[in-house]
């Protein structure tokens, strides 16, 4: 053998094993790009999980906004309500406290007509008017 076909061989042994190399190297960035794919993808469904979580949440928090709303006028009118039950109470109270003063005025011959503006010095038990 020739020194030109010992080159030549040698030659052609670098480029197979160069090639095997390369080859080796595109197998191992493929797995890698693989394994990378996987993971974005997973990333993408923990994304996608999220979203859907924020507006399941998001939804809720409109609902229980709405809900808010409804127990705030709910409070608003049990205000109203009892402030109009008081006040009908002590209108009450008082119709019963100036009856029960109208009627010692009248038990005990009392005048009042000159503090209170009613007409109570009648004997002849009718009713008085304010």
Known sequence: MSYNSVMMIAFMVTIILVLAI??????????????L???IQQLNCRVS?????MIGVKADGVML??????????VDANEDTIIRLVRDKLKNESGINERNIQEG??????????????????RSGHRYSV
């Open 37 to 39: 794919e996987n993971e």
């Open 49 to 53: 999980c999220c979203e859907e979580n």
């Open 22 to 35: 390369m080859a080796a190297i595109l197998i191992y960035m493929l797995r890698h790009m693989k394994k």
């Open 105 to 122: 005025a009248q038990r005990y011959d009392i005048c009042l007509n000159s503090v209170t503006g009613v007409d109570c010095c009648g």
């Open 65 to 74: 906004h709405g809900k808010v709303d409804k127990l705030q006028k709910r």
